[in-house]
């Protein structure tokens, strides 16, 4: 069986997000999509949040499942039989960060591997914060995240989606 993490802090899942993920799907047995903590992000969503976004975001693919992650991804990877970690590359400009952490993690975890994944060029200029801020101004997300996002961050930020 050959297991997959797919770590990020989702706040809130994307569709490159989702990209990446069918994917990871199509490459390995299970692709558990790890709610990790970063030490220098405060999440709009909580975790409870985070995780049911992107279960029901995920609802059509069976061998996904959502897991949390307190400490070290590395550890956590091997504690689940984890063989990779997915991470994906959207332009050269992510390339130095993820070089560092790959090794990094490489050298905590020898028998756990990196493996970058191309999301579709549509999706390379696309993060979590651009469609948090888009919602926090009341504009439309539905070009970048699921209906039910959509619906989860209109209702966190309180605003009319602007037609
Ligand atoms: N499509 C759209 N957006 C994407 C994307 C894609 N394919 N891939 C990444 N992004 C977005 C993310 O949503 C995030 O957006 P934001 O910063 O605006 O919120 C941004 O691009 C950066 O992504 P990423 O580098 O994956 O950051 P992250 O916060 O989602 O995840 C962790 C980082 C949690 C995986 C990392 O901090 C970690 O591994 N923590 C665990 C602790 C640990 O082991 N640390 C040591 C590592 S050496």
Request: net charge neutral; charged share 20%; proline share 5%.
């Amino acid at each position: 069986m050959r297991i997959a993490l797919y770590p990020g802090t989702f706040d809130p899942i994307t569709y490159g997000h989702l990209d990446v993920i069918e994917r990871a799907v199509a490459l390995f047995d299970e692709v558990v999509i790890t709610l990790a903590k970063h030490s220098q992000k405060t999440p709009l969503f909580t975790t409870t949040e985070r995780k049911a976004l992107i279960e029901q975001a995920t609802a059509h693919l069976p061998t996904i499942s959502v897991e949390t992650c307190d400490g070290l991804l590395v550890e956590f990877a091997e504690k689940r039989g984890a063989i990779a970690i997915i991470r994906g590359l959207r332009a050269v400009s992510d390339f130095d960060y993820e070089f560092q952490i790959a090794l990094a993690n490489r050298v905590l975890a020898p028998g756990v591997a990196t493996v970058f994944l191309l999301p579709g060029e549509q999706y390379t200029y696309l993060n979590s914060s651009i469609v948090r801020e888009v919602a926090r101004l009341g504009g439309n997300v539905e070009s970048f995240v699921p209906a039910h996002v959509g619906v989860a961050l209109k209702s966190k930020f309180n605003t009319r989606t602007k037609p």
